[in-house]
């Protein structure tokens, strides 16, 4: 599968002048809609110069603008589809050959790995290791298994963890115990929930830290969101998997272990005894 263009985005923007830099945030921030405007639209809500517009769609790899904006179009299009509209035919593999699924599966882990740098993984543990902060976690219809299983983690590690569950008005009774110190972790992947979309906007506007977990068509929330990890979703299969988001997941709880290892050590022996 080719890249998104979120993807070329992450790869490239620290090489990225502060021009085209500032045209990248916009488009993140505006994913993918803003890119179908005319070049003239998209340079005024970027605060830039048509030229730095079009120096920032070569730079991604695009010959001229009107391709460009026909991969964003192919990428909306992907969004809004179904597990209907996905029904594919998958061949049966040959005897002793790895599952196509399978095969998809590992590849959307490695894949999803190549756009996520060090640093990106260090200042998003760096916040969450934060013993100041009150970490919430919440997902949608299929993603919240994700959210439920890093929180059940992140509860040993750490006190001022909460899973947030039940129905759209319970989750807005706890924006009154969040703040500027806190983070939300949402995990949303096509077709996105309007309802965490909601949330994350209400929670952003209390100055919450939003980090989006999401696909590489990414949720609406991008454009609220402080961290945004796109994941590959994409199998052959009336299905997305949700992969190589658990191995993210995973990922992050161990390096939260570790940068809280003292507290960490400390809270397991105490759960321990306590049994």
Sequence with gaps: MALSIAELISDRIDTMPAGERRAAQTLIANYPLIGLKTVADFSQQAGVSSPTILRFVSRLGFQNYPEFQATLQDELAAQLQSPLTRTVARPTPESGKTSPVLEATLENIRETFRHVSDKQIADIVARLANPRAKIFLIGGRFTDPIARYMAAHLTIVRPNVFHLTGQESTWRD???????????????????????????????????DVMLFTDQWLSPIARVARHVIAGRTAVPSSWDSSAALFVVAETLIGEITRSMEKESARRIREMEDLR
């Design 174 to 208: 706890r924006l009154i115990d969040m703040g500027k110190r806190d983070v939300l972790l949402v995990f949303d992947i096509r077709r996105y929930q309007e309802s965490l979309i909601r949330f994350a906007e209400k929670a952003h506007a209390r100055g919450v």
